[in-house]
């Protein structure tokens, strides 16, 4: 095998790895915006059950966190 056919296959198997990667990265983002959905939808039903505005739950969230209670 000579060094421009080592160098294609060399070329053909960093794209392949590179869009698997792609691959793995768009699946990671779809479970991320779907967690992200889920988590407001259950964050607006416990607002709702609780009369709270979003006001009230956006100055609940600033406090725990510069009280250092939540990351």
């Known amino acids: 095998m000579d060094e421009r056919e080592k160098f294609r296959k060399f070329r053909e198997l960093d794209d392949a790895f590179a869009e698997a990667l792609r691959g793995i990265e768009g699946d990671n983002q779809r479970q991320q915006r779907d967690e992200r959905k889920e988590f407001e939808q259950r964050l607006r039903t416990l607002m709702?059950?609780?009369?709270?505005?979003?006001?009230?739950?956006d100055t609940l969230l600033r406090t725990l966190l510069e009280l250092g209670r939540i990351a």
Do not use: I, M, R
């Open 48 to 57: 709702s059950d609780y009369s709270q505005s979003d006001a009230s739950v």
